[in-house]
C-alpha cells in the first residue's frame, strides 16, 4: 500500500467514517505491516462486525508479525472476534 493510500484511509477514520476506511482497506491488495498497524489504530474494535468480509486475510496474518506490543494485542483482538462473529468459537 502507498503512503498516499495509507495516509487517506486514516483521514476516513479520523472523519468517522469507518466503513469507508474498512472498504478503502479491503480493496488495497498490498497489506503490508505498516498498513495493518495503521489500519488497527484506527480501527474501532466495537465495531468488528463491519470487517467480516475481510475475515479471510486478517485471520491469515498473524498478530505476532505486528510492529509492536499494542498493534499484536489488537489485531489479535480483531481476530478473535471475527472468530465468534463467524461461529468458529
Known amino acids: 500500500m502507498t503512503w498516499d493510500n495509507k495516509v487517506k484511509m486514516v ?12 472498504d478503502f482497506f479491503a480493496a488495497e491488495s498490498d497489506w503490508d505491516t505498516q498498513a495493518c498497524d495503521m489500519f488497527i489504530t484506527g480501527m474501532d474494535l466495537t465495531k468488528c462486525e ?40
Open 11 to 22: 483521514m476516513l477514520f479520523n472523519q468517522g467514517r469507518l466503513q469507508e476506511a474498512i
Open 50 to 89: 463491519l470487517c467480516k468480509p475481510l475475515d479471510e486475510r486478517i485471520q491469515k496474518i498473524e498478530a505476532a508479525t505486528m510492529p509492536d506490543f499494542r498493534t499484536q494485542m489488537r489485531w489479535g483482538v480483531l481476530q478473535v472476534e471475527l472468530d465468534e462473529l463467524m461461529g468458529r468459537k
